[in-house]
């Protein structure tokens, strides 16, 4: 099946700095990838969706200058916690989707990046 | 009144049983809906799929059941294994391309041997 890799697995940074998180899909190509987050113990919630060469869509209540996404190929996409504070600690997952005009293409996960902001 | 599967946060069931888990979803317009196994610190792995034009779909040792009327899908696995256990979500979407997807709240699934 379609794989998706995530970058890095586990990230520990100080407060006021900036981490990027990077989702491949490795063996397909993503026209959409979707960014979600998850508190302990609580379900995903959809930050935002991105599209290859376009901006991307942010759910309500997500700040896109916080929280900046880029879908710069068809492999690849990027979301940038900018000057992360401890509230931002969270498990990040992204998704991706495999192209095709249907809402039943299969999405395919990444293995989460966990952010830990001291 | 019946009935009809009030969703659960966990469940812990003896290995061999039979497991149900229950997901009420929320918008009637949702015709795409997919069940996802978590386990502790890894990403949704997806378990079976089925649209709004059936009631019911069957996989390995796992059937999911859709009824459109109270909006709620369950998902049934045979012989619940250790390996079972994990949290499950159930995922919604609309019938539209690049619609991302809506989970549900999670059912954490206990399984001793």
């Known amino acids: 099946g379609a794989v998706v890799s995530q970058h890095p697995s586990r990230v520990i940074c100080k407060s006021g700095t900036s981490v990027k998180i990077e989702c491949r899909s490795l063996d397909f190509q993503a026209t959409t990838m979707f960014w979600y987050r998850q508190f302990p113990k609580q379900s995903l919630m959809l930050m935002a969706t991105?599209?290859?060469?376009?901006?991307?869509?942010?759910e309500q209540g997500v700040e896109k200058d916080k929280f900046l996404i880029n879908h710069a190929s068809l492999t690849l996409s990027t979301l940038t916690v900018t000057s992360a504070h401890p509230e931002d600690s969270s498990f990040y997952i992204c998704?991706?989707?495999?192209?095709?005009?249907?809402?039943?293409?299969?999405?395919?996960f990444g293995p989460g990046t966990r952010l830990t902001v001291l | 009144g019946e009935s009809v599967g009030l969703h659960l946060p966990t469940l812990s069931v003896q290995e061999g049983d039979n497991s149900i888990i229950n997901c009420a979803y929320s918008n009637s317009a949702s015709d795409y809906f997919i069940w996802y196994k978590q386990e502790s610190g890894k990403g949704p792995q997806f378990i079976i799929d089925?649209?709004?034009?059936?009631d019911k779909r069957q996989g390995q040792r796992v059937t999911v059941l859709l009824n459109k009327t109270v909006k709620h899908l369950s998902l049934q696995i045979a012989a619940t294994q250790p390996g079972d256990s994990a949290v499950y979500f159930c995922a919604e979407t609309l019938g539209q391309a690049g619609t991302a997807l809506i989970f549900g709240k999670g059912t954490t699934l206990s399984v001793s041997s």
């Open positions: 089925i649209r709004s034009n059936m």
């Open positions: 998704s991706a989707r495999t192209s095709g005009r249907q809402s039943t293409d299969t999405q395919y």
């Open positions: 991105s599209n290859e060469g376009s901006k991307a869509t942010y």
